[in-house]
Every structure is written in structure tokens, then in C-alpha cells.
């Protein structure tokens, strides 16, 4: 796909200088960039790069230690969660967090009375919940248990209960991870859908094929800091993310 | 996706909605109503009214007894709010009923201010307590939120019964109930019988509206992962207060009304931590986090513990507690959630149960 940043809108995210310190280690350091409306902006980087952590720091599930988060150019750095999730910015968790105890329907519907712009009653908050689940492909599970989904499964309940939230920022963290091939494209037309029905969408990702075809611009993390940023195939092609991701080795053997 | 997918620009189509104004909201909720979804509602208010009807029959014993379980009804369902659909289990919850005695004896005896105005008062005091507590107390997860609702249950003990001057302390307080003396006159025994099936049945009804509402399913989330709840856009502090507040206004309601029966008391009988055990017992025997659960613990156990008085004698507490143990080893989920999972799954197997919950 070809870089779209020049073609998207105004920056709908801009992160500035962001860092985040545990004890004596920089989870992320000075990290900066922008998202502009109608991108999709994925996020790669080896375990322990800090994409989570960047994720979390976002959504306000973490404070930031230094730097600054805008949203539409209003500063929400250091917000409660809530907050931010009213600004219309919904996340996915890496590893899934169902509400236990409640069925798939009740999930989804939860995000829509307490999101951004919420659902008046429980009522229309589970009508609405029932079309998301058409949307993303489980609607036939509404009322199972969370627990008795499959992984592909479960990962959508994560993003149907996002985009109960009435998001214009989705922020995807590893929804492909553990997925089949077959699993891995439907995701991402999923994705692409809800691109083209105006959300704009952070992918932080562990599959490399997902995120080509995925992306229209790209940022790598290692060890906590932005090691390239730029079109897919260029950033795939630059040499120290090879070595970041395979090793020295590799990257020398590889090398002309 | 395998299913056929709604076209491009689905998303935003599936989000767009339009508002309801209240009253057609309500039209739409009474079209909806059919027997098969308030067969609920319809029992308790049969029951409501057969606990009624059977006062007029019953013997002065029975009466009290069944006086007793409105108590424990009402306590109970108080502390699921909390405890069971919030996940909070306070192990203090005996200090808003503490503090709805004390606010009643002191504003009756010692300003002659009529019962039906101390009420108010004694559930605004559990209130405030509670969010002065709960907002930094709720900070707390797991056992450090019990251990400190425990504390502060023993620590508010001290400072009422240290309060001489005020609430007469150690020698306790009394209600002027006869006489002119009495700001209002007492119920007797008919009275409070009503009184409190009132006060059961108050906190029955605000448990099954508020689990069926959005501020329900929000504490539900709360219970299940505060981190997912917080990113859906919970206000998850606000939730957990209100959780607390609400829960605190039910069991200060009934201290208050015990302390007019009582007429007499100590601070050591209204902030009593066994009220508080057997809350939780009553909520984790029946099934936490439903309506019926606490309503089927507090009636069960409050029966049983009774029966075993009246014919088992010495050794009742014994007994008494042998059994909550063995429910408690086949019904790690409550007696309400197993029968209700089992009928749904059609598996009745208790041994199935007990190594599906073992811990």
C-alpha cells in the first residue's frame, strides 16, 4: 500500500517526547509522532520494546513520567482512563479482559453505555452491541460465555467492546497474535473496514505480513525509543530494524 | 469475516443511533413487559403482600422471628451491593449500622427530635461515612480493603463509646419510647414487624432496579477487571463510592429502625462484627451478586439458625456452624448460582460442582 500520511488530515494523536520510567529502567524515552485522521499507523517492535507501554501511557492506564499526549490537540496527558475514553479514544487489551460473569452481548453493550456519547438505556445499548457483533463476525455467540470463546473469538469481543465506545481513535494492541493465516486477513479487512468507516487506528503488532498490509505508515520501537518510522516497505527494508528484530547475524548475512 | 458483512462505512452506520426522550423510553419499556420478564416482580410483590396478609394470623413468636429475617434481608442485600456485584467484600459494613443507631438514640433521646426525622438523618450520616472512607479506602483491593473496613468498624466502636457526653459511652443509651416523654410514640411489636418487612422489601427493590441498570452493569465491571472497566469510559471510583454509599444507606436504614426496637442498647450490640459476618455469610451461602442469593441466605440462614436454638439447645452454634461449612464445600458459588447454572446446563452433580470451584 502506498504511504497515505501525506493525504490523511490533521493530526488526530500527536505524541510528544513521551517517557515512561519503572525504577531504574526507561520503558519508553523520548518518543514522538503523530497520527494523522483516517491513518492507520502501526507500531512493531521486538518484546520489551515499549509498545504497550506506549498503549498504556495513550489511554491513561499509565502516567507518564515526562512528555505530553494530544488528542485533537487537547492535552489529555496524565487523564484518568475514563476520561479519555469519553474523549473518544478506545483501546483493546493485549492480553483480553472479558467482564466474566456476563454474556458476549452484555460485554459489547457496556462499552456502549459508557463510552463516548453512551447509549441512554440497557436497552439500546445491547441493540446496539447486537449490530457490532454482526460487525465483527460473532453474533451467533451473543449469548455464550467470554470464557468459552477461541482466542480469534475472544479478540473480537475485545474490539466489538472498543468500538462500543464510539471511538474516532481505536488503539489495536496485538489483536493478531495467536491468530490462524485465515484468522490474521479477516482481521485485518476488519480493520480496513472500520478505517474506511472514518476511525482512526494505532495497530501495535507482532505479525510482520499483518502489518504490511495493514499499515499506511509504520513506527519501530526497540528498547524504548523510535528506531525508524516511514512507509512499510521501507522501514522493513532499513537495516537496523533487520538487525533489531533478527540479530547482527542475520542482518550481516543478509547484507551484500 | 465468514458472515455476510454490512458494506463499507458499517461501523459508523452501527454507532449511529437515535435518542429517546424519557416518556417514549417508558412506552417502549411498557410494550416490552410480558409475563415471562416480570414473573419477577409480580413474586415479590405477591409476597409482599402474603407477609402482610399472614400478620393478622400469626403467633407473637413467629412474628419475631420473621421481624429478625426482614432484618438480615435487608442487611444483606446491603452488602451484596458492595461486596457481591462491586467485588469490594467490606468486613466493616457493621459501622453503618452502628452509626444509624447511634444517630437515631442520640437525635430521639437527646433532642427529642420524632423518629421520622431522625431516619433521614441516620441514612445521610451512613452516607457521608461512607464516601469519607470509601474515597480512600476503595484504593484498596482484596484483603487490604477488608482488613481496613474492619478497622475502621472497630475504631468508629471507640469513638462512640468514648463520646460520653453525647451517647452515654460504655452505659449505653435509651430511647424514650412512653409517655410524654416520648418523641414518638413506640411501634410494639405489630409495628416493627411492619417496619421492617418494609425496610427488607425497600432494599430488595433497590437491589433488583440497580442490577438491571446501567450504573448495575458498571459495577459488575468494576468486580470483573477495573483496568477494562476504566478503558469502556467507568468512572470506576465514582462507581465503587456510590456502590458503598448506597450499600452504607440500607444498612444504617435498618440500624436506625433496630435501635427504636431495641429501645436500650450498648456500642458494643450495634457495632457488633458478627452483624457483619453474617452479612457475608448470609450474601456468600446464598450466591453474591444476584437479588435472590442474599434474599435465599438471610431467610435460610436466619430459619435454620433458629430452628437449631429452639431444638438442638447447647450445642446449636456447633451445629450451626458445621453447617455453613459443608454448604459452603458443595456450593463454593452460593446455594442461588448452582441451582441456577445447573438448570441452565442440566448438570445437577454436586461432586462435578465442588471440583469445578475447587480453589
Known sequence: ?256 | MTTAAPNAGGAAAILERHRHGRQERLAAWLRSRTLANSWQWLAGLVIFIVMLGLQQVMDPGTQRLLTSVFLFVALAQGWNIIGGYTGYASFGQVVFFGLGAYTVAVLMNNYHVSFWASMPVAILVGVAFAVAIGIPLLRLRGHYFAIATLGAAEGSREVINNMTPVTGGGLGITIPTFGAQAPTAYFGKPGFYLAFLIVAAGAVLIAAVLSRSRFGYAMVAVHQDEDAAAGVGINTTRVKVVAFAVSAAIVACAGGLYAFQQIEFYPTDVFDANFTVLMVIMVVIGGSGSVLGPLVGAVGLELLAQFLRVNLGTYNQLIFGAIIVVVVVFFPQGVVNFFRDAWRTRQFSLLDNVRRYRL
Open chain 1, 1 to 256: 500500500m502506498i504511504a497515505r500520511q501525506a493525504a490523511a488530515g490533521p493530526a488526530i494523536l500527536e505524541v510528544r517526547n513521551l517517557s515512561k520510567r519503572f525504577g531504574g529502567l526507561w520503558a519508553l524515552r523520548e518518543v514522538s509522532f503523530s497520527v494523522g485522521e483516517g491513518q492507520i499507523l502501526g507500531i512493531i517492535g521486538p518484546n520489551g520494546a515499549g509498545k504497550s507501554t506506549l498503549i498504556n501511557l495513550i489511554t491513561g492506564h499509565l502516567r507518564p513520567t515526562s512528555g505530553e499526549v494530544l488528542v485533537d490537540g487537547k492535552d489529555i496527558t496524565g487523564a484518568r482512563p475514563w476520561v479519555i475514553a469519553h474523549d473518544r479514544v478506545a483501546r483493546t487489551f493485549q492480553i483480553v479482559k472479558p467482564f466474566r460473569g456476563l454474556t458476549v452481548r452484555e460485554n459489547v453493550a457496556i462499552g456502549a453505555m459508557n463510552g463516548s456519547d453512551p447509549d441512554s438505556s440497557v436497552g439500546d445499548a445491547l441493540a446496539t452491541a447486537d449490530r457490532l457483533l454482526v460487525l465483527v463476525g460473532i453474533e451467533h455467540l451473543a449469548d455464550a460465555a467470554p470464557s468459552q470463546l477461541s482466542v480469534a473469538d475472544a479478540r473480537r469481543l475485545e474490539l466489538a467492546k472498543a468500538l462500543a465506545c464510539r471511538p474516532r481513535l481505536l488503539l489495536v494492541d496485538e489483536v493478531m497474535a495467536g491468530l490462524r493465516h485465515q484468522e490474521i486477513d479477516a482481521a485485518v479487512e476488519l480493520i480496513h473496514r472500520l478505517r474506511d468507516g472514518g476511525i482512526t487506528i494505532v495497530v501495535v503488532e507482532h505479525v510482520m505480513k499483518a502489518i504490511v498490509s495493514i499499515s499506511d505508515h509504520v513506527l519501530v520501537l526497540h528498547h524504548g525509543t523510535v528506531l525508524a518510522e516511514g512507509p512499510p516497505r521501507e522501514v522493513l527494508a532499513d537495516q537496523r530494524v533487520v538487525e533489531a528484530y533478527l540479530g547482527h547475524r542475520y542482518a550481516r548475512r543478509r547484507s551484500p
